[in-house]
Structure formats: C-alpha cells, structure tokens
C-alpha cells in the first residue's frame, strides 16, 4: 500500500516538473491517455499539459 508520504512526495515532484517544464519529469509520470478538462470545457491530452501549466504559471 502506497503511504501519506509517498503521495505527498510523488505530488511534490509533479508539481516541480509543472514549474520547470520537465517534460520528461511529466511524462513518467501522467498516463500517456491521460485527459485533462479545464475550466473552459476544453479537452487536453497528456503531451501538452505541460505546455499548459507553464502558460499559467507564467502570469
């Protein structure tokens, strides 16, 4: 069973590679069919969350 810590820990490092850009960090992390839902109903695959992310962070 995964614990609290390890959560924590793998959400820690997803949020790093947000921050940074690390497409690689990203993509050994989310599910390449991974499929995000953003505020406008739009739908965006895994490949350009990152790319997104960064666009928001930068504001």
Same mark, same amino acid.
């Given at each position: 069973?995964? %614990?609290?810590? @390890?959560? $924590? +820990?793998? @959400? +820690? %490092?997803?949020?790093? #590679? =947000?921050?940074? +850009?690390? *497409? @690689?960090?990203?993509?050994?992390? $989310?599910? #390449?069919?991974?499929?995000?839902? =953003?505020?406008?109903? /739009?739908?965006?695959? /895994? @490949?350009?969350?990152? *790319? $997104?992310? /960064?666009?928001? $962070?930068?504001?």
């Amino acid at each position: 069973m995964i %614990t609290k810590d @390890e959560i $924590l +820990n793998l @959400e +820690n %490092t997803l949020y790093r #590679a =947000i921050k940074n +850009n690390d *497409v @690689e960090i990203l993509d050994s992390l $989310l599910h #390449a069919d991974l499929l995000f839902i =953003i505020p406008s109903d /739009q739908t965006i695959a /895994q @490949e350009k969350y990152g *790319v $997104l992310c /960064q666009a928001i $962070l930068s504001r």
